[in-house]
């Protein structure tokens, strides 16, 4: 009975084996796979002020309000200029004259027509004085406009005027929106929540302080956006902002802290980093209307204090080239003027001596007619590179006697305060000293700048040398002679000191390897946001 029990066991056995064999094996899953991302998320240092092409000021709003509006013309990767709402153009032998024939079809977001009489408005409000734009010095040259027909625009000048093609890159609004909506003169706060334009993205949404949504313009007359949404996220922080970017809670992040470039360029399965030259330069900017600062020996000493070489290694990890004008070395018009104030405490104290100062009982000098040698500087308080930058400038000129106080406050708070002074005519006292950034156009004009009715003159400069010498370039169309100009200038601000000129900025973004298309681009990355793609 034991010996057929055996055996039964040893059957099933080899039955369940052969059974098992002869079954068809369970198909391993199909991982589902990830889709493409199509919305790309930018970390931003701030958020927008303002939408309005003609009112805006600060960079945060220009990356926005550019990516929706357009211009008659634009540009592009190294500042090559290409047609934009205008297809071809042309001038009149004496430069009195300039006609632009515009693209037809184009539509604003709203569904409207773009034509000749957005155009002429939209340059009617700059000229507009009530409406207060601060580009208003740069288009007095207009007299009048025509428009002949709804894809004609005639420009009628005062006098040749060199720059004017440059000019045509302002943002054009609709004048059938903007006048519907009740927009106008001082009334235009209404539009930064509803900007409308003609370019490849338009605004979904703006949460302030929290995010704001472009969405793609399927009736983009250019190259329509693959991507469905671009989000801007402001995130004042740097180190936070970074943070952010690696967990992948955004996209693409500028201006990356010099310390962690390296890093994130080594891990190139996960980002893509983009390190390029900036038409920008970075200074201290004291109100030359302000008492202390009109001393020129003050601004000598001030700049003589300052170890632009261990700046620059110190706080920028080496990216970025010392200044002393305000034209970088990749600028078309660049003319290399040797440092005039170099590094050298030592003669930044006797330049204060020679000029008679004394110093004081708690250090700090005090002028020939009793001025002590002390002033407030504004640094965003956000702005970690900027912070790290007053504090090094405070300790050097407080080592030759010279007091600094810092007073950090929001952006925009500052932005408040120095258009007070700067369009309002508030007392200059208001404003002292700041320490920022400007970006400028591959055009030498910067009467915007530096002239003394310039509406982005952050150092209340006003020298008739100057005014002369930009205004001069702006009339003389030979490249050959127009150089001659801008030498001449930057010669001149480099002895003069209308700021204390510390850096050309050399930009650090990166993106996530989960999106492709964008290239390192002097002119900027941000404007060619439709090129960019998902990876495959």
């Known amino acids: 009975m034991k010996k057929r029990l055996s055996t039964l066991v040893v059957l099933l056995l080899v039955s369940a084996i052969l059974f098992g064999c002869n079954q068809t094996p369970t198909p391993t899953p199909t991982p589902t796979p990830v889709p493409a991302k199509t919305t790309l998320t930018i970390g931003s240092a701030y958020d927008i002020i303002n939408l309005v092409p ?28 290409v047609p934009k709402l205008a297809e071809t153009w042309e001038t009149s032998e004496d430069g009195l004259t ?44 207009i007299e009048s406009m025509d428009t002949p027909d709804a894809q004609t625009i005639i420009f009628h000048l005062a006098s040749p005027f060199a720059p004017f093609l440059d000019r045509m890159t ?13 927009f106008s003169t001082n009334n235009y706060n209404g539009y930064n929540l509803a900007p409308v334009g003609t370019g490849p993205w338009q605004l979904t949404e703006w949460v302030p302080e929290t995010s704001l949504t472009l969405s793609a313009n399927a009736d983009y007359w250019g190259t329509v956006p693959t991507l469905e949404k671009v989000i801007f996220k402001p995130i004042p922080e740097a180190s936070v902002r ?4 690696e967990n992948g809670e955004v996209d693409y992040v500028s201006s990356v802290s010099p310390d962690d470039v390296e890093r994130l360029a080594a891990a190139s399965d996960k980002y893509t980093v983009f390190t390029f030259p900036q038409l920008r330069f970075a200074y201290l900017a004291w109100n030359n209307q302000y008492e202390v600062f009109q001393d020129k020996a003050l601004r000598q000493a001030l700049t003589y204090a300052t170890d632009k070489d261990t700046l620059i290694e ?29 590094y050298d405490p030592a003669k930044a104290v006797k330049t204060l001596e020679d000029a008679g100062y004394v110093k004081g009982t708690d250090g700090i000098y005090v002028s020939p007619n009793g001025l002590k040698a002390s002033f407030e500087t504004m640094v965003n308080a956000s702005d970690e590179t900027f912070t ?9 000129f407080k080592a030759i006697g010279v007091e600094m106080n810092i007073k950090t406050m929001e952006k925009s708070a500052m932005y408040d305060i120095m258009d007070k002074v700067i369009l309002d005519g508030a007392d200059n006292s208001t404003y002292q000293s700041m320490v920022g950034s400007m970006g400028v156009p591959s055009d030498p004009d910067q009467t915007r700048y530096l002239h003394s009715e310039g509406g982005l003159n952050d150092y209340r400069y006003m020298n008739d040398t100057v005014d002369a010498l930009l205004e001069a370039g702006q009339k003389e169309s030979d490249p050959v002679k127009r ?30 390897a989960q999106f492709t298309g964008m290239n390192a681009s002097p002119y900027g990355q941000l404007p060619a946001l439709n090129l960019v793609t998902p990876a495959k």
Do not use: C
Not at 388 to 394: D, F, K, N, T, V
């Open 314 to 342: 110190s706080v920028l990890n080496g990216f970025g080239v010392q200044a002393n004008a305000t034209y970088a070395p990749n600028h078309g018009y660049y003319h290399e003027v040797e440092e005039v104030y170099p």
């Open 242 to 245: 970074l943070i952010a970017f």
């Open 388 to 396: 790290q930058i007053a504090l090094l400038l405070q300790q050097w």
């Open 98 to 141: 300039w006609t632009f024939h515009l693209r037809e079809g184009v539509k604003f977001h709203d569904g409207s027509p773009f034509t000749s009489a957005d155009v002429k408005f939209t340059y009617e409000q700059i000229l507009n004085p009530d409406v207060k734009s601060n580009n208003y010095k740069n288009y007095v040259i």
């Open 170 to 182: 302002m943002g054009i609004i609709s004048k059938t929106y903007v006048e519907a909506e009740g």
């Open 54 to 81: 003609f009112l805006s000021t600060d960079s945060p709003s220009g990356d926005v309000h550019s990516l929706i509006h357009e211009g008659l013309v634009g540009y592009e990767d190294n500042y090559v200029m």
């Open 483 to 512: 150089a001659e100009i801008y030498t001449e200038l930057q010669e001149y601000i480099a002895e003069d000191l209308p700021m204390l000129f510390l850096y050309f900025t050399v930009a650090n973004n990166a993106m996530s």
